[in-house]
Structure formats: C-alpha cells, structure tokens
C-alpha cells in the first residue's frame, strides 16, 4: 500500500511521533458532502413518506407509523419533495466522483472488502461484539470495515436505483420490474434507508469510540499515530 | 518533519475543504427558496429529457385492476362540483384552427381506447384502474391544433387547473377520458371529462374538464405547481 508516512518532531520536547496520509482530498470533501445530502435525504424522504406512512392499499389505509414532524425535513409534502429531488443529484454526484476517484487513483484497494478479508471477519466480530482480543492490525481498514464501507456503496446505489424506480416507473418500467413494481419499489427504497441509517449509526460510534486522531484525519486527510505499521 | 510544519501542512488540507461551507446555503432562508426552485427545475428538465414519445407504460390484466370501489378520489376542495351534464360543454380555445365548444358526444364520436393502467399519486400509493376515452392526440388533431405548439392547459369545473407539455399530450396511451371500469365517469372521478395520463403523476390528470386551451407559452402552469410541486412530474 502506497501510503504516504512521515515521522514528526516536536519542537518543544523531541519526542518522535508517526502520521499517515490516509484520506485523499476527494475522498474527504465527497465524505462531507455525501453526509449533509443524506441527512437532508433521509429527512426528506421521511416527510415524503408521511404523506402515505404504508405499504398496503390507499383503502382501506393502515398506517405503519406516525412519523414525528419534527424528525421529518421540508414541513410538508411539496417542500420535501423539492428537497428530495435537490438533493439526490448531490448524493448521486459525490457518489459518483468517489467511485470514479476511487478506482482511478487505486485507492479502492485500502478500502474495497474482497474474498480474501473473509477470513478476517470472524474474529474481528469477536473482538467487536464478544470481548475477544484485538487482531492485530496491518493496514489502514480492518476486514469488518472494509464490509462496512463497501456496503455503504452498494446500498448508496440501490438507494439511487429504487428511487429511480420509484421517481420514473414508466421510463425506467425494466427496473421497476426488476424490483416487483412500483409498490414494492417504494418498499425497498424505504428498507434501504433503514439499511444505510444502520451502517451511519455503526459508524459515528466507531468514530466515537476511535477517538480525536482518527475523527480529525478525515477533515486533514493525515492521521496521527496509526494503530498500523505505516511503510 | 518538523512539528510545525506538520501543523502548517494539515492546516491546508483542512482549509481546501472550505468549500462543503457552500452547502449552508440552504439554511440561509433569503437562499433556500431560489435554491431548491433551481433543484426542482433541473429535476424537471431532466424528467423531460427522459420522456420518450413511443415508449408506452405497462398495461395490465384485469385481474391485477384495483376494485372501483377501492379507488381512491382525491379532490383539492371538492369531489362534486354540482357539474350541470345536459349544458355540458367542452370550451376549446387558444393555437388551434377549430376553437369552440365541444359536446360529450362530438368527443366520444372518436376512436374509443380502453386501458388498464397504473396510477400513481404524489403521496406515495399506486392503483391500477381501467380508463376509456379518446386519445387526446386524436382531439388536438379534430380541433387543428398548431403541430408547433407546446403545451395543452386544462380548466376545471372546481377550479382546479393544469397544464401538459405537448409530448405528453400527444401520447398514444394519454386519454380524455369519459369511462371507469366500463362505465360512464361518476361525478367524484371527475364526470362528465377527465384526463387520463398513464406517463404523468396523479395531479396532473385534471377531474371536471370545461375547458381546453392549446398555447405556445405556458400561461398557467397547474393548481399544485403553484403550491410548490413539479411542473412536469413525468413518470
């Protein structure tokens, strides 16, 4: 892995310490954008979804829950469709520029999960979840994270897929098919939102967890006193 | 590396990240507005580069029609506008060689087209219903309207009002639609004339028809256009 590592020096003590150049730029502003448009998607979409809060027939109509107004952007139907469809080119664009970035520039390799992370995941969870020993670490993502992220991009494209269903249905009627129609389109979209608020929240506690060196590489790119061996 | 040029070094990583700031511009109220217009327009423009004239909505079964009874009416004030069927009339004006008013009768002397198809309204449910009526493209062409115009608007007995790009107007499968289900429309499905446009969302397919206008420039866009909705809602 062709990470870019320096040693720094303290001016006032001498004391040696390791930093990693770990998040490219565009990684790192698509990131920032990336969240803010899914915070206002997911928001909107949620008062989209108030204007019909079910999954069966409009009669008779079973509510599946009253979704709070207040945990819900736009203020009402109209509004949070002008949100919604603001917003989606924004997802879809930094989608898009990452992926893009990603593979071109190779960096996909310290993050993509692949058959041979599979091993890995096991005692990763034990560690997680069971109090198990902490593998060691040899690069920058760890085999659960690399799962991780790359199901964030897999649901990032079936949310812009069920969506596209759910938004053209007629133009795009091959990929409403695909998912059971229409109906059940809006039913996917809506379970992918859930899926991807999953991974958010799984997220900002590892963030949490990780602490102030980690959060801060991902605004400067460079991560001070990595976990693993930087070449 | 020195520890100050380290600091100096992250410093103009973060700073190069300034412009995600930009963002906040949508909590700047005086900018939310032309903001988010400029978001719907440009969902529009692309809603209208997708539509493809011959590309027809799916049809279904009988056995997948939603029952008529669980056919839901939505009304924006009411679903009876007391419509007067025997003074009836259809007023056409506006891009066309034949302005005038239409009767029921001169309407449903055109070809007759029955369809199965699903409609969907902006609140999130779909149902499938069957619609019979004429085509409006072989209206617009029994009333000689200008090839080169590009928009159809509707008024209403409620005073709801539409309009419809002429792409979409001229839609093989886009009806004036008279039936349900076999049987002349009931007054809350919008009797004596409704339109029927499989491609378009639910708003758009105005109920009471009394008046039909043929223009180059959008006049009036639509009754929840003008609330905030998108002007062009192609499906």
């Keep these: ?29 698509c990131h920032w954008v990336n969240a803010v448009a899914l915070f206002v998607l997911v928001g909107s979409g949620l008062q989209i979804f108030r204007a019909f809060p079910s999954f069966g027939a409009k009669i008779p109509q079973k509510d599946l829950i009253d979704w709070p107004k207040w945990l819900a952007i736009g203020g009402w139907l109209g509004g949070a469709l002008q949100w919604h469809l603001t917003f989606m080119w924004i997802y879809i664009a930094t989608g898009l520029v990452y992926v ?71 133009q795009f009627s091959w990929l409403a098919w695909m998912m059971g129609g229409f109906h059940w389109a809006r039913l996917w979209h809506f379970l992918i939102m859930w ?37 | 590396m020195d520890g100050r040029k380290f600091k100096s070094l992250t410093r103009r990583e973060l700073l190069k990240l300034t412009p995600v700031i930009a963002l906040g511009a949508f909590a700047i109220p005086r900018l939310q507005m032309p903001l988010l217009k400029a978001g719907l327009d440009f969902s529009d ?22 029952p008529f009874d669980k056919f839901p009416i939505n009304d924006y004030d009411v679903n009876d506008p007391q419509v007067d069927f025997d003074r009836w009339t259809l007023t056409v004006s506006g891009a066309v060689q034949k302005p005038g008013d239409y009767t029921l009768a001169q309407i449903q ?53 539409e309009s419809i790009d002429m792409a979409t107007a001229r839609h093989p499968q886009s009806l004036l639609c008279y039936e349900m289900y076999g049987r002349p429309l009931t007054r809350e499905h919008g009797a004596p004339l409704r339109l029927s446009i499989p491609t378009k969302i639910g708003y758009k397919q105005a109920k009471y028809l009394t008046d039909l206008k043929v223009t180059h420039v959008l006049e009036k866009v639509g009754y929840w256009e003008d609330q905030g909705y998108s002007e062009f809602y192609g499906l």
């Design chain 1, 1 to 29: 892995m062709a990470t870019r590592a320096v040693v720094i020096e303290d001016a006032k003590t001498g004391e040696l310490r390791q930093a990693v150049y770990e998040h490219p730029f565009l990684v790192r502003f």
């Design chain 1, 100 to 170: 893009g970035y990603q593979i071109f520039s190779g960096n996909y390799k310290q993050v993509l999960f692949v058959p041979r992370d599979v091993p890995d995941v096991w005692p990763m969870v034990r560690h997680y979840f069971f109090f198990g020993p902490k593998p060691p670490a040899r690069e920058a993502y760890n085999s659960l994270q690399k799962h991780a992220y790359t199901s964030a991009i897999v649901l990032g494209a079936l949310s812009v897929l069920t969506g596209l269903a759910i938004w053209k249905p007629v």
């Design chain 1, 195 to 231: 899926a991807t608020l999953a991974f958010v929240f799984g997220h900002l506690a590892m963030v949490v967890l990780h602490g102030w060196d980690n959060f801060v590489s991902m605004l400067t790119g460079w991560k001070k006193n990595p976990e693993y061996p930087a070449e």
């Design chain 2, 45 to 66: 423009w692309a809603s209208a580069r997708l539509f493809r004239s011959e590309h027809l909505t799916p049809t279904f079964a009988d056995s997948d029609l939603t």
């Design chain 2, 109 to 161: 002397a055109l070809p007759k087209f029955m369809q199965n198809t699903r409609h969907v309204c902006v609140e999130g449910w779909d149902v499938i219903g069957n619609f019979g009526g004429a085509k409006l493209a072989d209206f617009l062409s029994a009333i000689g309207a200008d090839p080169t115009a590009k928009f159809v608007t509707v008024a209403c007995a409620d005073d709801y009002y």
